[in-house]
């Protein structure tokens, strides 16, 4: 089955600065993979997702991620966080190959300190 | 367009009561699917339906379970709550195929004392 590993359940990070959270997933033949943000008090929202073509996505607001098929991971980055980027990022891969279940991470906290 | 609507949004219950939480799909979306999201333990997928049959299933015990009627929207329940049920309870819905992109309900957030 498949799993996703977030290894950093929080991050400080100073607004203006650059941040990569970390996701790796269990190896498969072929993955999708996406990126949720939650808001406080709210539902999850698709950030991005990689399907296919690209390793490189990008989302509308600044973030990015890489699909590194080597090394299985999946790591979001932006260059420059906005004190309104503080939420909790969660990191899904589903196998399209078998029963299409998107499986969640346990995510990770994105804390911007002033 | 409406979004995931999920009812109630919060609610207390004491341990051996049994608990019914609705979720309303996106017009359009076929599927819906059910996670609970606990400080300890993240999101963990409980069941997805489509076409009110049960497509996936979590891990979870035979306490929990869900169906969907005709016009997609889904119930869950779980019956004989005990305090580690108490998590914030997410719907999520999506259109039919691969690549199912799922957009979620602002969830309902059980306690149980």
């Known amino acids: 089955a498949q799993s996703v590993t977030q290894l950093d359940s929080q991050v400080p990070v100073f607004e203006e600065a650059p941040v990569e959270l970390r996701c790796n997933y269990s190896s498969s033949v072929s993955v999708y993979l996406f990126w949720y943000v939650q808001y406080p008090n709210q539902g999850l929202q698709l950030l991005l997702k990689?399907?296919?073509?690209?390793?490189l996505v990008e989302s509308i607001n600044g973030f990015e991620a890489e699909f590194n098929k080597s090394q299985t991971s999946f790591h979001l980055r932006k260059p420059s966080v906005h004190i309104s980027d503080t939420a909790e990022y969660f990191c899904?891969?589903?196998?399209?190959?078998?029963?299409?279940?998107?499986?969640f991470g346990k995510g990770t906290r994105l804390h911007i300190l002033p | 367009k409406a979004g995931v609507t999920q009812t109630p949004r919060y609610l207390i219950k004491t341990r051996g009561q049994q608990v019914t939480l609705s979720c309303s799909p996106i017009s359009g979306h076929r599927s819906v699917s059910w996670y609970q999201q606990t400080p300890g333990q993240g999101l963990q997928f409980l069941f997805e339906?489509?076409?009110?049959?049960?497509?996936n299933k979590g891990n979870f015990p035979g306490r929990f379970s869900g169906r969907q009627f005709s016009n997609s929207r889904s119930e869950m329940n779980v019956s004989t709550l005990e305090l580690g049920d108490s998590a914030l309870y997410l719907c999520?819905?999506?259109?039919?195929?691969?690549?199912?992109?799922?957009?979620f309900g602002a969830g309902s957030r059980l306690t149980v004392l």
């Open positions: 999520a819905s999506s259109l039919i195929g691969k690549a199912n992109v799922l957009t």
């Open positions: 899904a891969v589903s196998d399209p190959n078998r029963d299409d279940k998107i499986i």
């Open positions: 990689y399907l296919s073509g690209s390793t």
């Open positions: 339906y489509f076409s009110e049959t049960q497509r």
